[in-house]
Every structure is written in C-alpha cells, then in structure tokens.
C-alpha cells in the first residue's frame, strides 16, 4: 500500500517548496519523516494520515499523537522531492501498514456521518485516531463519531499556522467535552488575558511573516501571540474556547458567541447545518437571527420550542429563515464575513 501519493505530496508542500524564501531551515522538515526520509536509509515510521479512500490522500505534518510503529524496512524510494534551498532531498517510501489516521475539519467529519456513517462504521477497527481542529466541532458530532468508532482515539486539537500545536484533547476517552482543546503540549503553553483571550507561548511558535515585520510585530510580541479566540482555562488544567472575538454578537448589551446558538440548533434532528448572524429590527436595533439548512423531519416551530428549552432566553433567535446551503471557505470553515 503506497500511503504517500506523489502528486499529493506535491500539493501539500507547494507553499514550502515554492520558492527559496519560503524554507527556513532543515529542521522545518524533520517533523514530516513519518511520511517521507530526508535519506535512504531504513527508518522506524509514524503513520498518521490515510483518508481510507473517503476523502482525498495527503501528506501532512506529523500529528501529535502519532505512535511510532516498526515496520519493515524501507525499499527503494518511489520518488523523490528537492528542495532548492539547503539540498534538502526528501524521498518518498512504499510501506505496509495495518491501522492508519487522519487530520479532518469538523465539515468533513459532519459529511462523513451524514454520507458515509455506516462506511466509517466498517473501518472503526482500523483507525486509529482521527484528530479535528481548524473550527469548533458540534457536541452532538462529537458524541456521534465517539459511538461509531468506540475504540478510536479523537483528538480536538488547537493550532494555526502562527502557533503550531498548542494542546489537544481525547474526546473519546471518558469525558466529551465540546470546546475543550486539552492541556499544553511540552513545547507550549497557554493562558488566558483580561478580556478574556487566548495568548500562545512556547517553541512551536512561528519566527514571523516572511519580509513583513510591520505585521510580524503586531502579532507577535516578546515571544507572545494573542490570538482572537475566546477562552477559559478549566480545574483540570484544560483550555476551553468560547468563540472567536470578532464573531460575538452583540445583543442588548449581552454578548453572545454564535457558536453556542449554533451547536444547539445543530443537535435538533431536524437542522442539516445553520448559522447565527446578526439582523437589524425595527424597535430593538439589534437581534439574533438562525439561518438554517432543513432536514426531511424540519419543523421551525418546534425548533424554536426546543432553543427555548436548551438555551437562555437571550441567546434565543428572534429571527428565522431557511436557506439551501451554509456558505463556507474552501478548507470547510463557516465563511461569516459574508453575512456581514
């Protein structure tokens, strides 16, 4: 089984392998040796990305929980890739493995169990772990990929491109927990400023925008980033998010993260997908607005009953309309800023 496809490659370093200015230093590239050697010499590998033939193959950087496997060694390579800058060569392997794992968006997670459960299903016993991240994942998503793969690790991580790995949470070991990202990774470690934001410390962190010191200084300072996150550290030690701060919708003086709307309307068996947007009125100025895509069994007033039940009541929509599809950015995330 060839689990680096060549042209997948190809497509996952093109930002890296572009142009000279883009590689840093040989180190940026130790941390892909699961997938690729910087030699031909025989290696242990971590395996950690495979798309089961559900969604597109391609090689990613070296997930935080990969388990190092012993696997036989290595044959001739089956390609090669090289890097103009440093002669970093980095060769591509055929190898043979028996439990495989993935990095997927909670959109792709969500069309997953929509389409293709009973597909996944069949596979529980060959994934190892799945790890999401990149936007906030429903609860009820959550609670559903845990029952159809019961023995499979799940992992909520929090990263960017700026931070790297922060830390990262097993929600399928005991406690599903929707916006928990877990305790710090050994390199890293977060905390919480007084308006409530995330800030970022620690190895993982970027050097800075390439040429662009003026933005580099507004987002990194004395080894610090402060994201645009919204969040809280619980007893445990473990970081929770509550939205992002410039999504918060501000409603009669009461700040309101649509996330939260969101993943209760999300658990209603009647709602497909939705977002909570803010919409002019005529007497309040302001007020909370759900957009949804219907399921077959869609009822809006009985979906108002049930965001009654769930939330407080001014978290509670005044406004609601039914659209055929939730817009998105190309890597799954809700695109808000065009509902603005």
Partial sequence: MVIVAKNGIKQHFKPIFGKESDLRTKQQFRSYAHLIAIDKRPATLQINQLALGLCPLVANRAGSHAQKRELAPLQEPVGELRADCYGVRLYLFTVQVTKVATFLVPACIRMLLTFAKDKLTSY?????????????????????????????????????????????FNYNDGECLAGCLGTPMKQSSFFITADGIVGCKGKTLMMGYWNDTETTAKVLKDGTIITADLGSIDMKGRLRLHGRSDDVINVGGYKIAPTEVEDIALAFSGVKDCICIEAPHPVVGKVLKLLIVPDVDYNRKNLVNYLRSKLEPHKVPVLYDEIAEVRRTFNGKIDRKSYR
Avoid: H, W
């Fill in 124 to 168: 529980a016993n060959k994934i190892d772990f799945i790890e999401t991240g990149a936007a906030p994942m429903p609860l009820e998503d959550m609670r559903l990929l845990c029952q159809v793969l019961p023995q499979t690790r799940l992992y909520n991580t929090y990263a960017s491109t700026e931070t790297g790995i922060i830390s990262t």
